[in-house]
Nanobody
Framework: QVQVVESGGGLVEAGGSLRLSCTAS??????????VGWFRQAPGQEREGVSC????????AYADSVKGRFTISRDNAKNTVYLQMDSLKPEDTAMYYC?????????????????WGQGTQVTVSS
């Protein structure tokens, strides 16, 4: 079975940084074959796409609200995708989820990924 696990969330002051990690296991194909997306959901809000990496050297995408502040990258040797979050704002506070699937383009609001992690909480204080 394919599993994805997020880590790296926590409490940070506004203007600070966090790096989230998403690690996959149980893959039947190489990790680079999987499109990986980051999503977030705040209480009372709909889940929204944050960023996506289709493959190494392939398409990437960011939500308008995080462009210039967040950076997605991947280390295929570790089956891991990172989300570097800089200049964090209180409105970035949410549960962040990692998702993976094969053959998906990087596009929002698409969220029909087959494999989802349990989430990691990011809280930004003002």
């Amino acid at each position: 079975q394919v599993q994805v696990v997020e880590s790296g969330g926590g409490l940070v002051e506004a203007g600070g940084s966090l790096r989230l990690s998403c690690t996959a296991s149980g893959l039947t194909l190489t990790f680079d074959a999987y499109t990986v997306g980051w999503f977030r959901q705040a209480p009372g809000q709909e889940r929204e796409g944050v960023s996506c990496s289709r493959r190494s050297g392939g398409s990437i995408a960011y939500a308008d609200s995080v462009k210039g502040r967040f950076t997605i990258s991947r280390d295929n040797a570790k089956n891991t995708v990172y989300l570097q979050m800089d200049s964090l704002k209180p409105e970035d506070t949410a549960m962040y989820y990692c998702a993976a699937d094969l053959g998906l383009p990087c596009a929002f609001p698409r969220d029909d990924y087959n494999y989802w992690g349990q989430g990691t909480q990011v809280t930004v204080s003002s």
